[in-house]
């Protein structure tokens, strides 16, 4: 037993535990004096994911990728239940709901997606062609538009960056990989006429937030002066005014970091890229140990996953990207976001144990 | 290796993310600081409340009350358009009212912004009970500025408004600021600095609404300083009620001192209302002739061509004329009033009956330098230093003048002219007060005043300024004075009364053939030891000896039956 845990990565649950705790932290000051709902929800899911981590380190990873295309048909399943049965919120119709829960789909969809696709270029270790990554392409492009179509940009753009990591780390010919993101940059221009009229907002918004101060813009500039106004050492826990007074919206979910960044300042701020950095090295760390290519491409995966959110949001809310609805791993509000981190943080754990 | 080089492109993507960071919280840290404290922090301005006007014996003529005013806040309300409909229903007044006072006062939206004041508490407690329904709409008690005797005393206490920007470039350095109410005219806006005092402030953090969380700071608003005038109430009213709306002004004034018991101009207007109306009107209510109307002086000017005679010598008191009627200077011919003549007459029956050839014969034996010395001398031609706005100087004609400015020469019939008050010479009522009460006094000229000093007592001669005149001369005149109501055929005979006795000189300015004259009325009373002296002036308001003697008559029969025992 204890032979079979000596693998076991501590440093990737010590930087990942630590992450939780803050992001408690975090969101009990952004929903301080109201609903303390939140909290036991988030710890409620953090309980599931545990539980989830637990079963998930003590199965090989390998059974769970063969099963792979299972976790897409499954998922596929689930974005057309929300197209059809979903619940709106925001303008945007992303959720089932589930008595006390609400599921979010499109979370489960980008890790088992991604799922899919390890076991599709497992199973296509020999054969690194044309033909095969745009099988692959097939693979990600239906319930990427599935998730478009709710919309949930951000989380259809999270993966693409994952699927190129996947195809790089696979080994696919670098030519293909620039033939595909330069024919991927030409067709840009169309997509931007497939955008709803509040994500070209937000892209302009994102040039030039004073264009619309009060409306698209407010978000961003009020994230960015918490954020800027938090300094060395921040104002405070609970005592941040822009948090505390209501200028920060959707700042226990997608804007958290607004929070962090006033109230803990640059110290807080930083130690919290660092303790991602540290999940993200440690994840690429085990994909370096293992010898199977399978444990390389799930590591990558789950690597490029957690870490790609966490820049993409972490910049957002300082205004260095575009705003896309895109959660902070661990730290923002949401079940299913949580448990889709901690299973990704399972299946880390499984390829360090089962190698 | 490409597991590798996964790895580096991590590290640079998590540290730009550090320096990005770095550069939002460390380097515009401050910047960011600043904004983040404007975005919660406002400053409310909290007036202090206006100083108190009062009469000179303590009576409150200007001060403040509260009045409930309707505010809101666009930014909590969600529906502006129902509830302006509502707010319209509820007050009675229209909707279209409210939506211009809207348009004109949203400064911002958390800012709570007027929409009607002067409330009735009825609707203000009608509309707190509803507010429930109507989020967004505050009912604000607001210090209203409330005139007690409306039209009577607007010339003197004159009205506030909100400052203009002109005045605002002005008063910037002297802690004035938008939107501040100031006073417009009269004494409101001449001791604006006095009454105004210190608006007070806060420091109030709000959240994004708005809404206020806590205060930071608070400076108390200081007060500002109550004035007293020299006003009196009862007179003040009186005086005004008796204009009747017509078109004149008068001036009631201790002739020791120059403390002004009353002070009209008519018609007036009500310093609280609408001055819109006020300003459109033909009659000029917002004028205040008392000080601003030029008129020419009439035979009240009289009394200074005989004090220039006298002095210069150029007549004794008992050096008679004849008067026939008309009197030919040159080729032309000047009549007098009385075209039968008033026969032999010495100075103080010409003053009595006013005789124009007497004073046609006083004048050009004095010369017109002289009498133009005299009128200078008297305050005429030059402002009297009064503490209001607008003040007029009047204009005295001379030679001089006449040739450099109009190129004419000085011929005998001006002086003429000049002697009996006609012809270019222009005089405020007020300027002619000071005039009477130089001649009430025994030869200071007063520098009249509608403000009384903080100290009270022991300023008497402070604004005096002595003639030099002989005392036996200013007797012959105050004789003459004595007869125009005293004699049965005296000018103004018509104003002898058994309460007290008044002496006066009438006078009568021909405006043009068919148009009713202007008229003079102006005097002092006791005729010893006068304690009042007065100017009544109608315009186009007929004889002297007419409407404005029985204005005069009327309010010195009141002030001196209700100062029996003094």
């Keep these: ?355 | 290796m490409r597991v590798k080089i996964l790895q580096i492109f991590f590290t640079i993507l998590f540290f730009l993310t550090g320096a990005w960071l770095y550069y939002l919280q460390i380097i515009k840290g401050p910047f960011y600081s600043d904004l983040s404290f404007r975005n919660s922090i406002r400053l409310l301005n909290i007036s202090a409340p206006r100083g108190n006007i009062y009469d000179r014996s303590g009576k409150l003529i200007a001060g403040n009350t509260l009045s409930f005013g309707v505010f809101i806040v666009p930014q909590e309300t969600d529906d502006i358009d129902a509830e302006m409909e509502k707010l319209s229903g509820i007050l009675g007044v229209s909707k279209s009212l409210l939506e211009r006072n809207y348009k004109r006062n949203k400064t911002a939206s958390f800012a709570p912004c007027e929409l009607i004041r002067g409330v009735s508490k009825k609707a203000a407690i009608l509309m707190k009970e509803s507010r429930l329904d109507m989020p967004g709409v505050l009912i604000k008690e607001i210090p209203f500025r409330n005139y007690y005797y409306k039209e009577a005393f607007s010339h003197v206490v004159g009205y506030i408004g909100e400052i203009g920007p002109l005045e605002l470039e002005l008063l910037k350095p002297y802690g004035y600021n938008i939107k501040d109410m100031i006073g417009k005219d009269g004494i409101e806006r001449f001791c604006d600095r006095i009454l105004r005092g210190k608006n007070g402030g806060m420091q109030v953090q709000v959240d994004n609404r708005g809404r206020e969380v806590k205060v930071m700071s608070y400076r108390k608003p200081r007060s500002g300083k109550d004035v007293y005038l020299t006003l009196d109430t009862g007179l003040q009213k009186l005086v005004y009620n008796l204009f009747d709306g017509r078109k004149g002004a008068a001036i009631f004034m201790d002739p020791n001192n120059g403390e002004i018991f009353s002070l009209v101009s008519s018609p007036s207007y009500d310093p609280g209302g609408s001055l819109a109306d006020a300003m459109r009107s033909k009659e000029l209510p917002l004028l205040n002739r008392a000080i601003m109307g030029v008129y020419p002086p009439g035979s009240v000017f009289k009394l200074v061509t005989s004090m220039a005679a006298l002095e210069t010598k150029s007549i004794r008191p008992d050096t008679g004329f004849v008067c026939a009627g008309k009197l030919n200077i040159g080729k032309d011919e000047f009549s007098c009033w009385n075209k039968d003549g008033h026969g032999y007459v010495d100075l103080e029956k010409a003053i009595a009956w006013s005789c124009n050839v007497y004073f046609y014969h006083a004048g050009l034996l004095t010369g017109a330098e002289r009498i133009t010395e005299y009128a200078n001398m008297s305050g005429l031609g030059r402002k009297t230093g009064i503490e209001l706005f607008g003040e007029s100087s009047g204009f005295v004609p001379s030679k001089e003048w006449k040739r450099q400015e109009k190129k004419q020469t000085w011929y005998p019939g001006d002086t003429a002219n000049l002697s009996i008050g006609q012809g270019d010479l222009m005089v405020t009522p007020l300027q002619i007060a000071a005039v009477v009460a130089s001649i009430a006094n025994g030869g200071f000229l007063v520098r009249p005043h509608v403000l009384k000093p903080a100290g009270g007592a022991g300023l008497t001669n402070l604004n005096m300024e002595e003639l030099k005149v002989a005392k036996e001369n200013i007797g012959s005149i105050r004789r003459g004075m004595r007869k125009v109501i005293e004699n049965l055929d005296g000018t103004g005979n018509r104003a002898a009364s058994d309460i007290v006795s008044i002496s006066a000189k009438t006078g009568t300015v021909q405006v043009g053939p068919g148009i009713i004259p202007h008229g003079w009325f102006v005097g002092f009373a006791p005729s010893v030891n006068p304690k009042i002296c007065f100017a009544v002036f109608l315009e186009n308001g007929g004889s002297g000896g007419d409407a404005p003697l029985d204005i005069a008559k009327s309010a010195l029969e009141y002030w001196f039956g209700r100062h029996k025992n003094d």
């Excluded at chain 1, 006390?100 to 270790?125: D, G, M, V």
């Excluded at chain 1, 030039?208 to 698209?216: R, V, W």
């Excluded at chain 1, 954020?227 to 979910?253: A, D, M, P």
């Excluded at chain 1, 993409?312 to 896309?324: A, K, L, R, Y």
């Design chain 1, 1 to 355: 037993m204890i032979k079979k845990y000596k693998d076991f990565d501590w440093v990737l649950l010590g930087a990942a535990s630590a992450i939780f705790i803050a992001g408690l932290l975090f969101l009990f000051s952004a929903i301080y004096s109201k609903n303390i709902d939140f909290i036991i929800r988030q710890i409620s899911w953090f309980l599931i994911g545990a539980l989830f981590f637990i079963v998930i380190i003590n199965v090989n990873y390998r059974k769970i990728i063969s099963l792979g295309y299972v976790f897409y048909f499954f998922s596929i399943i689930l974005l057309l239940l929300v197209i059809f049965f979903g619940s709106k919120r925001l303008g945007a119709q992303r959720w089932l709901e589930l008595g006390y829960f609400n599921l979010q789909p499109s979370e489960f969809a980008k890790l088992f997606i991604t799922l899919a696709l390890i076991q599709y270029l497992t199973e296509r270790k020999a054969e690194k062609g044309i033909k095969n990554i745009a099988a692959a392409f097939f693979i990600m492009i239906l319930p990427f538009v599935l998730i478009l179509a709710q919309p949930d940009l951000g989380t259809a753009l999270m993966l693409v960056p994952v699927f190129f990591t996947l195809l790089y780390i696979w080994g696919a010919k670098l030519r293909h990989l620039f033939f595909m993101i330069i024919s991927g940059l030409l067709a840009s221009p169309l997509a931007w006429f497939l955008l709803k009229d509040y994500q070209k907002d937000r892209l302009m918004v994102f040039m030039n937030p004073d264009i619309d101060p009060l409306g698209a813009g407010y978000t961003i500039i009020q994230s960015r002066i918490a954020i800027g106004s938090g300094g060395v050492f921040g104002k405070g826990w609970l005592i941040g005014t822009q948090n505390q007074l209501n200028f920060l919206t959707e700042r226990h979910t997608d804007f958290i970091f607004s929070v962090a960044g006033e109230e803990w300042g640059f110290a807080g701020g930083v130690i919290l890229i660092i303790l991602y950095y540290v999940l993200v090295r440690r994840a690429i760390e085990i994909a370096r140990k293992t010898d199977d290519p399978c444990g390389v491409l799930v590591a990558c995966g789950m690597a490029a996953i957690i870490g790609i959110q966490a820049v993409v949001n972490i910049s957002m809310t300082m205004g260095f990207m575009p705003v896309v609805g895109l959660p902070l791993p661990l730290v923002s509000y949401g079940g299913s976001s949580l448990l889709v981190t901690m299973i990704a943080l399972g299946l880390l754990e499984s390829i360090a144990i089962h190698r």
